[in-house]
Every structure is written in structure tokens, then in C-alpha cells.
């Protein structure tokens, strides 16, 4: 990730979801590149009756390309599935909506709790324990999708809708879990500048193209005595000396300290 922004939206963003070109085409597209996932939980099941977690995350949570992450508000996947078809018609940017990629993970929920969560069909309801096992699981798996895609893209979109965040405060809140989640990790995720910044930074410079580390460093040089080519020269006419200690106490001479070099 290299930025993020936040696409301010009023009481009125609906309108913009209701453009029912972009919202068509746009479902079109996602629908397109949605893969295929049809889980046989069997197929992820090890010999010792434990889930292949790791196996299970790449078929549910497939690594794909994308330039911008849009968080959003559920209710709001209408406006983010138009405004991500604008960006790609417009500019040709490819924005990741995980709700039209991966699916619902309400799904893989179910399809883990019918085999490991002793559900009841006379009460329609699952042993509680083990519930709280596997949401805890598959919300980990996907938080961690989620963070990956985060990092990998250019860009992160939030629209911050009424549907997102309540402003009834000072301070912004939201209600939703995984946009608090989403938000944070743009905070502490590494920040990457894209190579070709870089290069256009040098490209359009006027001066020469730096090779190797150069760094520059403020002197204070009021401390050091200058030395003249003619001093240098009568130093070195001055040829016998018996050891170096003369030497420098002759050149000492040649260079006698001013006042404000001096000590008290």
C-alpha cells in the first residue's frame, strides 16, 4: 500500500448507486472474474479429521491483481460495485470489492458448522462452543486475506458514507467490525513507493542521475586554520628537520594562532 484516501459521500450518495450502467456492467464484470468456488469441505478434510486450514484459505480466498482495495459498508456494495466500474472504465484501474471476489464468508461458516458444530435441525441451532471455534477461525482466515490484499494493492478507497460511520460525535465511530479492522490496518500496514514514482522523480531531474548513496553534511570549518599555497611552499623549503615533532612545530610557526583561536 501506498496511499489511502477516503471518498466523502453525503446523505444523498444513493443516487450514485442507482447509475444503472455502471452497476449493471460492473456486476457483469465482477461475475466474470468471480471464481467458481464450489466448496466440498471434504476435499480439505486431512486423515486426521482435522481441516487443512492453509488449503482452505487459497481455494476461498484466491491471491488475485488488483490496484485499489475499496472498504466499504455492506449496505453500500452497490455504490462501491459502480464506483469501482467507473475507476476501470475511466482509467483502467482494477479495484478489489471483496464481496463480489470471495464470496460471503457466511457461507464457508455454514458449510464448516454443518460438519463440526453438531447443529440440531428440531431447534435449528449448533452447539455454542464449538460455534465460537469456528467463526473465530474462519474470521481469522479472512482478516488475514483481507490485510494481504491490503498490503499487496497501490491504493485504499474507504467510503465513508452515513452507512459507514455515525457522526453523531466528536469523534467517529463505526459499527461495522471489519471496516474498524480494514481502517486500522491501513494505519500500521508498510507503506511501499511504487517503483515508477521513483523513476519519475529522477527521470524530470536536471541534474545527473545519482549511482551510489550521497549525503551531505552542514561544516563548521571556523576552527581550522587556513594553509596557503605559499605557505606550503615555505614549508617545504624548510627541508632539514630532525624528526617529524620539528616539522609540525616549524609549520605551527609558519601558522601561529589568532586570538580567538587561543585558550584561557
Not at 447509475?19 to 476435499?43: F, P
Not at 457461507?107 to 467463526?135: A, V
Request: proline share 3%.
Amino acid at each position: 500500500m501506498y496511499r489511502g484516501f477516503q471518498i466523502k459521500l453525503d446523505d444523498d450518495s444513493d443516487k450514485y448507486s442507482e447509475c444503472k450502467t455502471l452497476l449493471t456492467k460492473g456486476k457483469e464484470r465482477y461475475s466474470k472474474q468471480k471464481k467458481d468456488i464450489k466448496l466440498v469441505l471434504e476435499n480439505f478434510i486431512l486423515s486426521n479429521g482435522k481441516i487443512d486450514g492453509s488449503s482452505l484459505i487459497n481455494n476461498w480466498f484466491p491471491k488475485i491483481h488488483a490496484d485499489i482495495f475499496i472498504s466499504h459498508s455492506h449496505k453500500d456494495k452497490n455504490l462501491a460495485i459502480a464506483f469501482a466500474e467507473w475507476l476501470f472504465e475511466e482509467f483502467g484501474l482494477i479495484t478489489f470489492v471483496d464481496s463480489c471476489i470471495w464470496g460471503n464468508s457466511t457461507e464457508l461458516l455454514l458449510e464448516i458448522d454443518k460438519e463440526f458444530s453438531d447443529f440440531d435441525p428440531n431447534r435449528n441451532t449448533y452447539n455454542y462452543t464449538k460455534r465460537n471455534n469456528s467463526t473465530s477461525h474462519v474470521h481469522m482466515m479472512l482478516s488475514t486475506a483481507l490485510s494481504m490484499m491490503i498490503d499487496k494493492v497501490e491504493c485504499v478507497f474507504f467510503l465513508n458514507t452515513p452507512n459507514s460511520i455515525t457522526t453523531s460525535d466528536v469523534i467517529l465511530k463505526t459499527e461495522s467490525p471489519w471496516i474498524y479492522s480494514e481502517l486500522a490496518m491501513t494505519q500500521i500496514i508498510r507503506k511501499k513507493t511504487p517503483d515508477r514514482l521513483i523513476e519519475k522523480t529522477e527521470y524530470f531531474s536536471e541534474e545527473p542521475l545519482i549511482e551510489k548513496l550521497m549525503v551531505e553534511y552542514q561544516l563548521d570549518l571556523s576552527h581550522l586554520h587556513e594553509i596557503d599555497v605559499e605557505t606550503l611552499e615555505l614549508w617545504e623549503n624548510k627541508s632539514t628537520f630532525l624528526d617529524a615533532s620539528a616539522a609540525l612545530d616549524y609549520l605551527y610557526k609558519l601558522v601561529p594562532l589568532q586570538k580567538k583561536h587561543l585558550r584561557s
